[in-house]
């Protein structure tokens, strides 16, 4: 079992940057795949972005290409998503989840709510 909580959300302004942290417990591996996810009111999940804890390859969705930037460390068994540039659109609330070795996502953060004011 792998448990995940998040912090660093909060209310910035547009232009503004948030660092949000993803700290895991239990069960981790090296190959684990960690992801971001957020969800406005009203809208799908979305992908944000991804990184094995390796940190070696990281992908991120055409939405915060250039802005926002993922990182890992094992060895504090936390991830990290940098968010810089925001937008209101940007507003939502931001979840961290885990997809153990080859199996899908299966362990979610409660969630950690971004407000980017205009």
């Known amino acids: 079992q792998v448990q995940l909580v998040e912090s660093g959300g909060g209310l910035v302004q547009a232009g503004g940057s948030l660092r949000l942290s993803c700290a895991a417990s239990?069960?981790?591996?090296?190959?684990?795949?960690m992801g971001w996810f957020r969800q406005a009111p009203g809208k799908e999940r979305e992908f944000v972005g991804r990184?094995?804890?390796?940190?070696?390859?990281?992908y991120y969705a055409d939405s915060v290409k250039g802005r926002f930037t993922i990182s890992a460390d094992y060895a504090k068994k936390t991830v990290f998503l940098q968010m810089n540039s925001l937008k209101p659109e940007d507003t939502a609330v931001y979840y961290c989840?885990?997809?153990?070795?080859?199996?899908?996502?299966?362990?979610w953060g409660q969630g950690t709510q971004v407000t980017v004011s205009s």
């Open positions: 989840a885990a997809a153990p070795g080859t199996d899908p996502y299966q362990y």
């Open positions: 990184i094995r804890w390796a940190g070696s390859d990281a």
């Open positions: 239990g069960r981790t591996f090296f190959r684990d795949t």
